[in-house]
């Protein structure tokens, strides 16, 4: 059973201007391209550095795009400018990726600017990596956070193995986050997941 809980809300809908944020280790295939086109996502960016799955190998990156390309949704790969392994040094402390560093390079910030770009001409878009809980997952911890505070509205899908859905709000996602990291200051909750969950080099 997944130790986190959710509040469950089937009516939550959006039209437009909606960046949300999505695992795919939940669910599959179908069901993952369902949850796309109930939320009128036009654009799935896929974050991975590395955009295979051993275990999961419907959302390897070809037959993903195959996938989608169906249902009129394009795919795109940002590993450069979202991914969550990166070779250049600079981007590390203590041997693992430092969110805070690496949000502030020129690639990262061309990718935030290229969402800006999407969020103007009223598209939703999905990044999508392989953990269920966004908490467990750089999505949130370092490229949500990012898009968030440019002023863009995230919410995360959380598509469950049992088949249920649930959708958090960013502000909800950072209430639960000081939770789970037991600290008040939601700058040292970001730091703190980062060092649990971030890329170690070997």
């Not at 809908?13 to 949300?20: A, D, K, Q, S, T």
């Not at 896929?46 to 390309?69: E, H, Q, T």
């Not at 002023?151 to 789970?180: C, P, W």
Request: glycine letters at 4%; hydrophobic letters at 35%; charged letters at 30%.
């Amino acid at each position: 059973m997944l130790a986190y809980k959710v509040e469950k809300n089937k009516n939550y809908v959006y039209n437009n201007n909606m960046i949300f944020t999505i695992g795919y280790a939940g669910t599959n295939i179908e069901r993952f391209i369902q949850i796309l086109r109930e939320n009128s996502i036009s654009l799935l960016i896929d974050v991975r550095s590395l955009p295979k799955s051993k275990y999961f190998k419907d959302f390897n990156d070809n037959f993903l795009k195959y996938s989608l390309a169906k249902f009129g949704i394009r795919y795109e790969n940002w590993k450069v400018e979202f991914g969550a392994r990166q070779d250049n040094l600079k981007f590390y402390t203590n041997s693992i990726l430092d969110y805070e560093k690496f949000a502030q390079s020129e690639q990262f910030q061309s990718g935030i600017l290229k969402l800006k770009n999407l969020y103007k001409q009223d598209s939703n878009v999905c990044l999508m990596c392989a953990e269920i809980d966004p908490i467990n997952c750089h999505r949130s911890i370092l490229c949500a956070k990012e898009i968030y505070v440019n002023d863009m509205k995230v919410v995360h899908v959380i598509a469950k193995r049992n088949g249920e859905t649930y959708f958090e709000s960013q502000e909800d996602f950072e209430k639960r986050l000081l939770k789970e990291t037991k600290t008040s200051n939601l700058i040292d909750a970001y730091r703190k997941q980062n060092k649990k969950i971030g890329y170690k080099l070997t």
